[in-house]
């Protein structure tokens, strides 16, 4: 069993920045494919980012260039930094990871098999 805690949401304002973290100590993080997913009120839930186990990374295009995934393997922490942040990215974020394999090529979010409780991110205008 992978426990999976996110941490780091919080409300701030429209331009502003947060950085979210997803550690499992008990993990090896490196061997995965994990992302970064979300789900604001009455809509579904939408992939933001990906990393593969070579790192490869994949972004929505609502989040590409704001929005950066990355992975401490020393650490087994996934992080996503947020940046110039807009209203829209209001969302409960969760982490996942696919243990399955390292590639996140073609893996929908449904055959992700670990998943974190979630941390709210509100941005206000």
């Known amino acids: 069993q992978v426990d999976l805690v996110e941490s780091g949401g919080g409300s701030v304002q429209a331009g502003g920045s947060l950085t979210l973290s997803c550690p499992a100590p008990?993990?090896?993080?490196?061997?995965?494919?994990m992302g970064w997913f979300r789900q604001a009120p009455g809509k579904g839930r939408e992939g933001v980012a990906t990393?593969?186990?070579?790192?490869?990374?994949n972004y929505a295009d609502s989040v590409k260039g704001r929005f950066t995934i990355s992975r401490d393997n020393a650490k087994n922490i996934l992080y996503l930094q947020m940046t110039s942040l807009k209203p829209e990215d209001t969302a409960m974020y969760y982490c996942?990871?696919?243990?399955?394999?390292?590639?996140?090529?073609?893996?929908?979010?449904?055959?992700?098999?670990?998943w974190g409780q979630g941390t709210q991110v509100t941005v206000s205008s």
């Open positions: 996942a990871v696919y243990s399955y394999g390292g590639s996140c090529r073609g893996i929908s979010d449904n055959e992700y098999n670990y």
């Open positions: 008990r993990y090896t993080y490196s061997s995965y494919c």
């Open positions: 990393i593969d186990s070579d790192d490869s990374t």
